[in-house]
């Protein structure tokens, strides 16, 4: 068995920074060519699009907001068209928290943009992906975190729950597209430092708090949520489906 992804074909949603920059760099080290999806972020898409293509893969920017079905829906498109109608690996990476909020203070509006964003998303693109991922089966890998099992900090209730919510929508699909030799597993970070969410979420005193309660005694890092990925992607992970690694450090253990 080997970790050799030559000649696979993958999109990584959200892949111009943080975890999911970690992960496409990752995939195209491993042999894969790679499309990276990017919201708002097309510098840092395409810094690691110039990465890939330095590897000597293929690979493409594509762009679209995950809050809107017609933009998954396009960005999905340009995707099989770059790959000549045939996806091997899919990662949904792409979420937010949004803000914090208190469920007393918190408004509707919130509320769905944050279920939205991370599970309407994760369910819309594997939606448009999956046609193009049956002819040679393939594999989907959804981000959840770990904040779906200890509810999340303060104000973090409403993305706790949508990252809970991946989890049983992971476990489900997985049944679904097992006939097609599609597997569909799901990684859940703790805190991966380095990353724009949680310098954005997240005070210094917060951070270094965090590192102070994990076993491991160390922050994450994106390249430790991508080992994992390839471990679903490769061989090495060809009879597991449905399934939930967690990436934390000792943080939560099941």
Do not use: C
Request: proline share 3%; charged share 20%; aromatic share 6%.
């Amino acid at each position: 068995m080997m970790l050799d992804l030559k000649g696979k074909k993958a999109l990584v949603t959200g892949g111009g920074t943080g975890i999911g920059r970690g992960i496409a760099l990752a995939l195209a080290e491993a042999g894969s060519d790679v499309v990276v999806h990017y919201g708002k972020n097309a510098a840092g898409a395409e810094e690691v699009v110039n990465e890939i293509k330095n590897m000597g893969r293929q690979s493409l920017a594509v762009q679209g907001d995950v809050l809107k079905r017609e933009e998954i829906e396009t960005f999905v498109k340009q995707t099989a068209d770059f790959f000549n109608q045939r996806i091997d690996i899919l990662v949904n990476n792409a979420g937010h928290m949004v803000e914090r909020s208190s469920v007393e203070e918190m408004s509707e509006e919130l509320w769905h943009k944050v279920i939205d964003v991370n599970v309407t998303s994760t369910f819309l693109v594997s939606k448009f992906m999956i046609p193009f991922m049956k002819s040679s089966g393939g594999r989907i890998v959804n981000m959840s975190s770990l904040a779906a099992h200890n509810g999340g900090g303060p104000g973090a209730s409403a993305y706790s729950a949508s990252k809970a919510a991946v989890i049983a929508f992971s476990k489900g699909l997985a049944k679904e597209l097992a006939p097609h030799s599609i597997s569909v597993n799901n990684v859940a970070p703790g805190f991966i430092g380095n990353t724009p969410f949680h310098d954005t979420f997240n005070t210094k005193e917060g951070r270094e708090n965090a590192v102070k309660g994990i076993p491991l005694q160390r922050a994450g890092v994106p390249e430790d949520v991508a080992g994992a990925v390839l471990y679903f992607v490769s061989d090495l992970g060809s009879f597991i489906t449905g399934e939930t690694i967690e990436i934390n450090g000792g943080a939560f253990m099941r």
